[in-house]
């Protein structure tokens, strides 16, 4: 599926739908449903001269995630489309995202 990614400062849209809620604190960033429900929770890390690290956990499948090259919310929703592990309604795909993580995640 081939999204259409959007952010405002509290949402996550996808094909101009509100898809996700956002909420950021510091280096601490969470993704949940539109009902509420947190999917997905990183904290960020400067390492100097500009770059930056992050651990990611996917909460309902207990995944903890890190890559070099994809960092923060932007990034990360769009690296999950690329790969179809956003459902249609919005929705992980359990089955793309364990390849997904397969294939990004530097955390082994």
Known sequence: MHLYVESTKENIILNNQNAFNYKKEGN???ISTLKNVEIISGDISSLGDGKFSNIITFIPQNKTFSNGKIIGRNQLIF?????????KDFTID?????DF???Y???K
């Open 79 to 87: 690296a999950l489309a690329e790969n179809n592990v956003i459902n």
């Open 28 to 30: 601490h960033f969470s």
């Open 94 to 98: 359990e089955t793309k995202l364990n």
């Open 101 to 103: 993580l397969k294939k």
């Open 105 to 107: 995640n530097e955390i």
